[in-house]
């Protein structure tokens, strides 16, 4: 029987020393919880950290003129997000990460020198480490054209039903997804996944690609 909790870890190598390293909820059932997680690890922040409201920002962090960031939300070391771009729903952004024009990230953790390139959807996601997204990918988290919306996904000879209705993906360290691909509600993308530009990813157990 495959161990869901411990996925994320096995998928993502920075996760074992993060903040959430003692968190064992499987990867679905951790981005439902993310906003309750990220104003606990708020208040332990040190003084890096610029707080307003619910929003941290690390003070080498650079974030332009005409984005937006709703908390909660902690913005690490050297990230950078660009104009334009939308952060909600509860954002983890560890360190070096860049976050392009007209990006949106909801809900979602993202590690270490990961990138959105410009014009990008990701929802209830966990981002590995140096993940590379290339403009115009679509991580969807909602099946809303399947009448049971419930995420349910085909993954290593087994179907794992998830008991949630959003989520997104559990991308890999070092990953890279071409340009304009879309991946599917409730994809599992090992380490260094190759994604093709205008590429369909979908995993849930019902649909058959041609």
């Not at 029987?1 to 003692?22: C, Q």
Request: net charge negative; charged share 20%; aromatic share 6%.
């Amino acid at each position: 029987m495959l161990d869901v909790k411990g996925l994320t870890s096995s998928f993502i190598e920075p996760w074992r020393t993060s903040s959430f390293a003692d968190n064992d909820q499987a990867p679905w059932h951790l981005v439902g919880n993310i906003e309750a997680l990220l104003r606990q690890q708020i208040a332990g922040l040190d003084s890096s950290y610029q707080r307003v409201d619910e929003i941290a920002v690390h003070r080498t962090a650079i974030i332009e003129a005409g984005a937006v960031v709703k908390g909660p939300a902690i913005i690490g070391p050297n990230c950078f997000i660009a104009a334009g771009a939308y952060l909600g729903g509860g954002v983890y952004l560890e360190r070096d990460c860049i976050i392009g024009p007209s990006s949106e990230l909801k809900t979602t953790a993202m590690f270490a020198g990961s990138k959105l390139a410009h014009l990008n959807f990701v929802g209830d996601s966990i981002i590995g480490a140096d993940v590379n997204i290339e403009a115009g990918v679509i991580i969807a988290n909602y099946r809303n054209e399947l009448e049971n919306r419930n995420i349910r996904i085909a993954y290593s000879g087994q179907v794992i039903d998830t008991g949630v209705d959003k989520f997104g993906a559990l991308v890999g360290d070092r990953s890279r997804i071409g340009a304009n691909a879309v991946v599917a509600p409730g994809a599992l993308l090992e380490r260094a996944s190759i994604v093709g530009r205008l590429q369909l990813i979908d995993q849930n157990p019902q649909i058959e690609l041609t």
